[in-house]
């Protein structure tokens, strides 16, 4: 990592991550807008290291991370760099790339100093695994939040077995298995979110955050500025669908909430049946017990659990096939390894749980 003065004068403005101290602000801003500001390998390692120097900055009393582009917050990680990973047998990559993200994950949940995320735009994936581990979390009414990964046969990672289980009610569970999107209102009905802003206010938000006195306690005085710019986002669809919700997605197993779901006629559960028959049927599995287990885990406990997914995963077909059918050839018809969750061997997919070797183990 280069120096302080380097990141701050000589960083070329093409880097996929752009760093900068303004006042007492650390400022980090994920810059690859065409690509979504898609997460890679290169863009972890480096957030890893500047936010470990602003840790021991004295100067530094608040980070602040958003996305370059109107458009997107983060879309997720970098899927078809892991694809071409993959298809060259890249080992090392496959590995260092979860260890490293979720490494990432870990140092934000435990920064000592506040952490505020702007997710404004796209936010998804690996997107929510740099931003909602901080403390603040800020939405604008251009938030779109997903975890979308049983789509592409992989599960909701980045921590997703621990914040998803979190969530009021069943809503965790609805939301890791189907991938639906959610606006600013819904995120924070969720508690996946803290704060509601404007978007034409986030540039006043950095500009408060750059003029304030921190003193003896700089959480206190990110709360009090962010609770100064909260802004009503509009009611929440998820308040209509909470019924629902809890009740078909509490079922014991995958195969019975597409029971619970087709015993009554309604549009919502219409809507999940069509929407979680196009899943890799592994994925939903895997998921299901990587939320119920994660309730009662702590975010290292997840994170180290869901590096043992990662690991199986992306050595498993329905991962490959699925990037092929939503990234690659893009004609989202994708053929799973099994035609429905009846197929699925609960003790498949307990091997995916199991221990790695001693000396693969991520743990945190």
Request: charged fraction near 25%; proline fraction near 4%; charge should be negative.
């Amino acid at each position: 990592m280069t120096s302080e003065k380097n990141n701050d004068q000589s960083q070329p403005s093409e880097a996929p991550v752009l760093f900068k101290k303004d006042g007492p602000v650390g400022h980090i801003l994920l810059n690859r807008p065409r690509a979504l500001n898609a997460l890679n390998l290169d863009m972890v390692d480096m957030m890893a290291a500047q936010l470990k120097s602003w840790e021991n900055d004295p100067a530094v009393k608040v980070v602040v991370v958003e996305g370059a582009g109107e458009k997107a917050f983060c879309a997720g990680g970098d899927i078809r760099g892991l694809y071409d990973a993959r298809a060259v047998d890249d080992e090392d990559m496959l590995d260092a790339f979860y260890r490293r993200e979720y490494h990432l994950n870990h140092v934000i949940a435990n920064y000592p100093k506040p952490y505020v995320a702007m997710m404004d735009g796209i936010t998804m994936g690996g997107g929510v695994g740099v931003s909602i581990h901080g403390r603040f979390r800020v939405v604008t009414e251009r938030t779109m939040f997903a975890m979308p990964e049983t789509g592409i046969g992989f599960f909701p990672d980045v921590g997703g077995g621990y914040f998803l289980s979190r969530c009021p009610g069943e809503i965790g569970m609805y939301l890791g298995l189907t991938g639906a999107r959610l606006k600013a209102a819904d995120c924070l009905y969720a508690g996946l979110a803290t704060h509601g802003v404007h978007a034409d206010q986030v540039a006043a938000v950095k500009a408060a955050l750059v003029q304030a006195d921190y003193g003896s306690d700089a959480f206190a005085a990110v709360t009090e500025i962010l609770t100064g710019f909260h802004a009503d986002m509009g009611e929440a669809s998820l308040v209509a669908q909470r019924d629902k919700i809890d009740q078909t997605f509490s079922a014991d197993s995958v195969a019975a909430i597409f029971d619970a779901l087709g015993r009554e006629d309604t549009a919502f559960n219409a809507d999940c049946l069509k929407t979680l028959s196009g899943k890799s049927p592994t994925a939903l599995c895997v998921s299901f017990d990587q939320i119920c287990q994660g309730q009662d885990m702590t975010l290292a406990e997840v994170l180290n659990m869901e590096f043992r997914l990662s690991q199986r995963m992306v050595r498993k077909p329905d991962l490959f096939e699925g990037v092929r059918a939503v990234i690659i050839d893009k004609d989202h018809a994708p053929k799973w390894q099994h035609g429905d969750v009846g197929q699925v061997d609960p003790r498949e997919v307990a091997e995916y749980f199991a221990p790695l070797p001693a000396d693969r183990e991520l743990n945190l």
